[in-house]
């Protein structure tokens, strides 16, 4: 299985940037797709994430409104749309795939396998 995130960079506040996870390896709608996050100094935290068809999606509060997840199973391939980026949205962002049992994804979602990462960084 490979998960191959892009589209990071860097980018003042209050623009846009447009995160792909290209998956290969696995039946792509099979699997929820989770994004993730780390800041230097901080831990990982859940970004966002779509269940394999689609049909649930889940948000943390702080991406809610300015970020959105989407896939689109025929090309194997989720993506993260960031708008309003903040600096504090600077971080490494990965893309996670997991089993997707019940097309149901929440905070608890489980990943087994996890992309390299993208930076993303925001200037003031």
């Known amino acids: 299985v490979q998960l191959q995130a892009s589209g990071g960079g860097l980018v003042q506040a209050g623009g846009s940037l447009r995160l792909s996870c290209a998956a290969s390896g696995l039946t792509f709608r099979r699997h929820a797709m989770g994004w993730f996050r780390q800041a230097p100094g901080k831990e990982r935290e859940a970004v966002a994430a779509i269940s394999g068809s689609g049909r649930s999606i889940y948000y943390r509060k702080f991406a809610k409104g300015r970020f959105t997840i989407s896939r689109d199973n025929a090309k194997n391939t989720a993506y993260l749309q960031l708008n309003s980026l903040k600096p504090e949205d600077t971080a490494v962002y990965y893309c996670?795939?997991?089993?997707?049992?019940?097309?149901?994804?929440?905070?608890?979602?489980?990943?087994?396998?996890w992309g390299q990462g993208t930076q993303v960084t925001v200037s003031s």
């Open positions: 996670a795939a997991g089993v997707d049992e019940n097309d149901y994804v929440d905070f608890h979602s489980s990943y087994n396998h």
